[in-house]
């Protein structure tokens, strides 16, 4: 008869769980990290934007790599399309494309205009809270986002947080 010992499972097991318990905490911090990087590159003045006309494509190539990202937290559940049409006109429109793809994936949305860090300007708000999967239209007037009403025309940082604070995509848009 073959003489065969038996391998005590137990430590092996616990091993496995410890070494599970702390890649597990290490890819969570990793995208904490990541997503607070990308909050403090939102919250940084207008630099260059992404041209698109007025049914939301991108022309010309001028593309501003930082503009309509979606943040770490959000990758898979959110999609953005760049604000269109940018630059914008004071007396047109301006949109924004969020589709939701995610179950409760997204706590309501708040957008505002960052012109620097102590003065933002509310723009718009969806209470719903989760947002439901689909696609949210944000149509905003350019005239809001302008820091004065009186001379509008420049560089603005938009930025689209849910409702813990949580940026969920940001951009730049120029008013002319």
């Known amino acids: 008869m073959l003489n065969v010992e038996r391998i005590p499972v137990m430590p092996y097991l616990k091993t496995l769980i410890t070494l599970f318990t702390f890649s597990f905490l290490l890819a969570a911090c990793s995208t904490n990290d990541s997503q607070r990087e990308f909050e403090r590159e939102a919250f940084t003045l207008p630099d260059g934007f992404t041209r698109t006309n007025d049914r939301g494509q991108v022309v010309?190539?001028?593309?501003?790599?930082?503009?309509?990202?979606?943040g770490p937290f959000f990758q898979g559940l959110a999609v953005v399309d760049p604000a269109f049409p940018n630059p914008v006109l004071t007396n047109g429109r301006l949109s924004i494309n969020l589709q939701v793809t995610g179950v409760d994936a997204v706590s309501g949305v708040r957008v505002f205009v960052f012109h620097d860090l102590n003065n933002f300007?509310?723009?718009?708000e969806d209470l719903r809270?989760?947002?439901p999967p689909g696609l949210i239209s944000i149509n905003l007037n350019?005239?809001?986002?302008?820091?004065?009403?009186?001379n509008?025309?420049?560089?603005?940082?938009?930025?689209?947080?849910?409702?813990r604070r949580?940026?969920?995509?940001?951009?730049?848009i120029k008013i002319e």
């Open 166 to 172: 949580n940026v969920i995509t940001y951009g730049d």
């Open 121 to 124: 300007g509310f723009l718009y």
């Open 129 to 131: 809270t989760p947002l």
């Open 142 to 150: 350019p005239l809001d986002i302008a820091r004065f009403r009186e």
């Open 152 to 163: 509008p025309q420049g560089l603005y940082r938009v930025i689209v947080e849910d409702f």
């Open 60 to 70: 010309n190539e001028q593309v501003d790599p930082d503009d309509w990202r979606i």
